[in-house]
C-alpha cells in the first residue's frame, strides 16, 4: 500500500536542505522560548543554522569528488527520475552552494546587531532561514517543478523581507511592486513548463538534454525560450523586467539588500543558465543573451549615475553586474562560464559587504542621501575602508578578485566572437567607477554643517565588514583556490553534460 | 464538443467582466464565477481531482481573502471604484466578451493550431497514462500517482504553505513599537 | 478527447486578459485579479496536455496543476496581506497616487 511505502523507504534530502529546513521550522518555537526568557535566542539560533549548513555544503563537495562521475543524485522512496522529482548535484551546484552558505552565514552575524532594536525580529530570522532554504533547492535541483517549488519559497520569503519595516512607507510600496511582477513571472515559469511538457514529455533535467537539446527553431520553441527569458529573468533583474529592483532594495533592511543583491539574483541567473544550457543548444541563444547583456550592462551604469541616494545606486549598479555575468552566458564557453561563475561569487562577496557597510551608515545617521553624508567617513574610519575595499572590487581594480573575473569575462566574449561585448563592458566599467568614486569622495570630505553625528557603528557590524574586505584582498592576489573551484563548476556544465544525463538515464 | 464550447466561453466572459468591471464586488464575483466555470471544465475534460482543488482552494479560499479584504477596506460602500474609465460601460464589456467567444470558436472550427505534441519525447520512456474508465479510476490512479511519484515535492509543498502563514503573520502583526 | 486547439486559444486570451488588467488598472486589489487570471491560464494549459492521447489520460500534469493550485494559492494570499498593510497607513488602494519612489 503507499503508506506503508513512504514509512518504509523514507524521506532523502541534500544535507544543507534539510538542516535548513528543520531549523526553520524550530525558530517560532525558540522564539516563543526566548520571549518568556527574555533573551534574544533566535538570532543565535539563524547563525547555528547557517553554519550547519555551510558544513552540509563542505560534505556535499566532499561526497561529490569522490564520484567518478561528479554527479550526486538523490531522490526519495521509489521515485524514477524521469518522472519524480530529484536532487542532482554536480560542481556547479555545490559552488552556488557554497557562495549561498557563505553569504548567508555572515549576513546573519550582521544581522544580530542589526536587527537589535527592531519588532518581530523571530520572524525575520525564521523567513531569511527559509529564503536561504529555498536558494539551496534551486541550486541543487534536477527537475523543473522541484525547482518552482524552491523557487516560490525563496520567492515568498523575500516579498514580505523586503517589506518587514513597515512603519515607512516605501518598503510597503517596494515589496508590493516586487510581489506583482514575480507573481507575473511565476505564471509565465508554469507556461513555460506546460509548453516544455506538452514538447518533450518530461521536466527533468537530464531528460530533457538528451530529447529537446537539439531541437530546430520552430516558433514554438522561440516562444518556449520568451517564456523562460521572462519567468526567470524578472528574478534576475534583466532589463526591461528590472524595474522592481531599485525600489525593493534600497527599501529593504540593510542585510536583506545584501542578500538580495549578493545572491538571490545570481540564484535566479544560475536557475536561467542551467535551463537554457539543457534545453537549447548554445548557437540559439548566443545573440539575445548577448544583446540583453549590452542592454543591461549599460542601463544599470548610466542610471547609477543620477542617483543622491546611496542604496539606490548601488542597486542600479547590481543590474550592471548582472549585465557582466549575462556576457559569459552569451559565450556559450567554458571560459566565458568560468568568469561568470567567479563573478557570481565575488559579487556575492563584494556587493554584499557594501550594502552591509552602508547599512552600518545607515544605522547610524539614518539617512541615505549622499549630499547629506558628506564627512561621515572621517567619523567612521573600519566602515569606510570595508567600503572602499569593496568599491575597488566592484570597479575592477587590480589586486582585488573584481579584476580577475572581469578580465576573464571580456576575454571569453572575445574568444566567442561578440567583441563589442568587451569594448561596452571596459566602457562601463570605467563608468561605474565614477559613481563609486563620488561617493568615496563624498564621505571623505570635510563636514559642511548639514553633515549628521555619528560615531562608529557596533562591533559586529565593523567585525563582518572587516572579514569580507580582507576575504575579498587576499583572493585578489591569491586567486587559486576559488578560480580552479569555478573552473571545476564550469567544465561540468558544458562539458560534464554526458555525465549529468548517464546518471539519470 | 459544444458542452466544452460554452464552458470555455463561459470562462472567456467571466474573466473579461472580472477585469473591466467598475464596481469592485461585482470583479470578485466575477472571478468567482471564472474559477468555477474552469472547475467545470477541468471535470468535463476528466481530471476530477484538479476540478476538486481548484474549487477549494481558488474558488473557496482565495475568494473568501478577496471579499474580507475588499469589505474590510473600502468596498463596503458598493460604490467604490477608483478606475473610472468611461468606456467601461455594459456595452463595452458585452463588446469585449463576444469577441473574445467568436475568435474562440473561428479558432477552433477553422484555424488548426499546430501543436508539437510530444514531438520532442523519447520513447525510451515509459509513461504513465491510464486508460479512461470510469472517474473512480481516474481519481485513484492519479492521488497513488501523486504520492508515489511527487511524494517529495508535496511535503516540500507544506514548508510553503508554513513560510506562507508565517509571511502573513510578519505582515499583519502590530505591536506597540510599530504605532 | 477534445482536440488542443481550443484549449490553447482560451489559454492565449487569458493571458492576455491578466496582462491588459495588470497594465491598465489602478487599483491593487484588480492587480492581484490580473495575477489570478494568469495563474488560471498557465493551470488550464497544462490540464488540456493531460487529454491529448485518445483513449488515455495522463496523470502527470494534472499532479503538476494540483501543487501548482496551492503554491499560487499562497501567492495570491500573501499579495493580499500586502495590500491590507497598504490600506492600513494609508486609506486608498490607488496606486497613482501613492506613488512616491520616482526614478
Redo the contacts between chains.
Keep these: 500500500m503507499?503508506g506503508q511505502?513512504?514509512i518504509s523507504q523514507g524521506?532523502q534530502?541534500p544535507l544543507p536542505i534539510l538542516i535548513t529546513?528543520l531549523g526553520?521550522?524550530a525558530t517560532?518555537f525558540i522564539g516563543l522560548i526566548s520571549e518568556k526568557m527574555r533573551l534574544k535566542l533566535t538570532d543565535v539560533w539563524m547563525v547555528l543554522v547557517s553554519a550547519l549548513s555551510l558544513y552540509g555544503v563542505y560534505t556535499l563537495y566532499d561526497q561529490v569528488s569522490k564520484m567518478p562521475s561528479k554527479v550526486l543524485l538523490i531522490?526519495?522512496?521509489?521515485?524514477?527520475p524521469?518522472?519524480?522529482?530529484c536532487f542532482e548535484i554536480d560542481m556547479l551546484g555545490v559552488y552556488m552552494a557554497f557562495s549561498i552558505g557563505l553569504l548567508s552565514l555572515l549576513v546573519s552575524v550582521y544581522s544580530i546587531s542589526y536587527m537589535e532594536h527592531e519588532?518581530?525580529v523571530p520572524?525575520?530570522n525564521?523567513?531569511v532561514i527559509?529564503m536561504v532554504?529555498g536558494m539551496y533547492?534551486i541550486v541543487m535541483s534536477g527537475d523543473l517543478?522541484?525547482l518552482?517549488?524552491?523557487w516560490?519559497?525563496m520567492?515568498?520569503?523575500s516579498?514580505?523581507l523586503v517589506?518587514?519595516l513597515?512603519?515607512k512607507?516605501?518598503p510597503?510600496?517596494?515589496?508590493?511592486k516586487y510581489?506583482?511582477m514575480s507573481?507575473?513571472a511565476?505564471?509565465?515559469l508554469?507556461?513555460s513548463?506546460?509548453?516544455i511538457?506538452?514538447?518533450?514529455?518530461?521536466?527533468n533535467f537530464a531528460?530533457l538534454a538528451?530529447?529537446?537539446r537539439g531541437?530546430p527553431m520552430?516558433p514554438?520553441t522561440i516562444l518556449l525560450f520568451a517564456t523562460l527569458i521572462v519567468g526567470f529573468g524578472v528574478k534576475s533583474a534583466i532589463v526591461p523586467l528590472h524595474t522592481w529592483l531599485?525600489?525593493a532594495h534600497p527599501?529593504a533592511p540593510s542585510p536583506i539588500s545584501a542578500l538580495l543583491s549578493g545572491i538571490v539574483i545570481e540564484t535566479g541567473l544560475y536557475a536561467m543558465t542551467r535551463v537554457l544550457y539543457i534545453a537549447f543548444e548554445p548557437d540559439f541563444f548566443k545573440m539575445p543573451i548577448a544583446a540583453l547583456a549590452l542592454v543591461t550592462m549599460t542601463v544599470g551604469n548610466l542610471?547609477a549615475l543620477?542617483q543622491n541616494d546611496l542604496k539606490r545606486m548601488l542597486a542600479y549598479s547590481s543590474i550592471g553586474q548582472v549585465g557582466y555575468m549575462l556576457i559569459g552566458i552569451s559565450s556559450g564557453l567554458t571560459y566565458g562560464l568560468l568568469g561568470t561563475c567567479l563573478h557570481i561569487f565575488n559579487h556575492s562577496l563584494m556587493k554584499g559587504m557594501a550594502f552591509l557597510s552602508v547599512g552600518s551608515i545607515v544605522h547610524e545617521t539614518g539617512t541615505r542621501d549622499i549630499n547629506k553624508l558628506k564627512g561621515v567617513g572621517r567619523m567612521m574610519p573600519w566602515t569606510t575602508l570595508s567600503i572602499f575595499v569593496a568599491f575597488m572590487g566592484l570597479g575592477g581594480v587590480p589586486g582585488t578578485s573584481g579584476f580577475i573575473s572581469k578580465f576573464i569575462l571580456f576575454n571569453a566574449s572575445i574568444g566567442a566572437g561578440i567583441s563589442i561585448l568587451a569594448l561596452a563592458g571596459v566602457l562601463n566599467s570605467t563608468l561605474s567607477m565614477a559613481y563609486y568614486l563620488r561617493v568615496l569622495i563624498a564621505l571623505l570630505s570635510k563636514r559642511t554643517e548639514d553633515t549628521i553625528e555619528a560615531k562608529e557603528a557596533p562591533l559586529l557590524m565593523v567585525g563582518v565588514g572587516m572579514v569580507m574586505a580582507v576575504l575579498i584582498i587576499v583572493l585578489g592576489f591569491y586567486p587559486g583556490p576559488i578560480v580552479g573551484f569555478a573552473s571545476e563548476a564550469s567544465k561540468s556544465l558544458i562539458e560534464g553534460l554526458g555525465n549529468y544525463i548517464g546518471a539519470v538515464? | 464538443m459544444i458542452a466544452m464550447f460554452f464552458v470555455l466561453s463561459l470562462v472567456l466572459v467571466s474573466a473579461v467582466l472580472a477585469v473591466t468591471s467598475r464596481n469592485i464586488i461585482y470583479a470578485v464575483v466575477a472571478l468567482l464565477s471564472t474559477n468555477v466555470t474552469l472547475a467545470m471544465a477541468y471535470y468535463m475534460m476528466g481530471a476530477p481531482m484538479v476540478s476538486l482543488f481548484q474549487l477549494a482552494i481558488f474558488a473557496g479560499a482565495v475568494v473568501v481573502f478577496f471579499v474580507i479584504t475588499v469589505m474590510l477596506t473600502s468596498g463596503g460602500d458598493m460604490e467604490y471604484d477608483i478606475d473610472p474609465s468611461p468606456l467601461m460601460n455594459k456595452k463595452t464589456q458585452l463588446a469585449i466578451s463576444a469577441i473574445a467567444v467568436e475568435i474562440l470558436i473561428t479558432a477552433a472550427l477553422g484555424l488548426r493550431i499546430e501543436?508539437?505534441?510530444?514531438?520532442?519525447?523519447?520513447s525510451?520512456?515509459e509513461?504513465?497514462s491510464i486508460s479512461v474508465g470510469s472517474y473512480d479510476d481516474i481519481t485513484t490512479a492519479v492521488s497513488?500517482f501523486l504520492?508515489?511519484?511527487?511524494?517529495?515535492?508535496l511535503?516540500?509543498?507544506s514548508?510553503?504553505i508554513?513560510?506562507?502563514v508565517?509571511?502573513t503573520?510578519?505582515?499583519l502583526?502590530m505591536?506597540r513599537?510599530?504605532k | 478527447m477534445y482536440p488542443i486547439d481550443m484549449f490553447i486559444i482560451t489559454?492565449a486570451l487569458l493571458?492576455l486578459l491578466?496582462?491588459t488588467a495588470?497594465v491598465m488598472k489602478r487599483d491593487?486589489v484588480r492587480?492581484?485579479i490580473g495575477?489570478e487570471i494568469?495563474?488560471n491560464?498557465?493551470?488550464l494549459?497544462?490540464v488540456a496536455?493531460s487529454t491529448q492521447t485518445p483513449g488515455m489520460i495522463d496523470p502527470?500534469?494534472q499532479s503538476?496543476v494540483m501543487?501548482?493550485l496551492v503554491?499560487?494559492g499562497?501567492?495570491?494570499a500573501?499579495?493580499l496581506a500586502?495590500?491590507l498593510?497598504?490600506f492600513k497607513?494609508?486609506k486608498t488602494f490607488d496606486i497613482k497616487k501613492?506613488?512616491?519612489?520616482k526614478?
Design positions: 503507499v511505502e513512504i524521506l534530502l529546513l526553520g521550522m517560532p531522490y526519495s522512496w521509489g521515485q524514477a524521469p518522472f519524480g522529482g519588532t518581530r520572524e525575520f525564521t523567513l527559509f532554504s533547492g517543478f522541484t518552482f517549488i524552491f516560490e519559497l520567492g515568498l520569503s516579498y514580505v517589506s518587514f513597515k512603519r512607507w516605501g510597503i510600496e517596494a515589496g508590493f510581489l506583482i507573481a507575473t511565476g505564471a509565465f508554469l507556461l513548463m506546460a509548453l511538457y506538452g514538447m518533450a514529455g518530461t521536466l531528460a538528451s530529447t529537446l531541437a520552430t514554438w531599485p525600489d527599501e542610471l543620477r538515464l | 501543436f508539437p505534441y510530444m514531438e520532442y519525447a523519447s525510451t520512456i509513461t504513465f497513488q504520492w508515489q511519484v511527487r511524494g517529495m515535492d511535503i516540500i509543498q514548508f510553503v508554513l513560510t506562507a508565517i509571511c503573520i510578519a505582515m502583526k505591536r513599537e510599530d | 489559454t493571458f491578466g496582462l495588470l491593487l492587480l492581484l495575477i494568469l495563474f491560464a498557465a493551470n494549459l497544462f496536455l502527470f500534469p503538476i501543487m501548482a503554491l499560487d499562497t501567492v495570491i500573501v499579495g500586502l495590500a498593510n497598504v497607513h494609508y501613492l506613488r512616491k519612489l526614478w
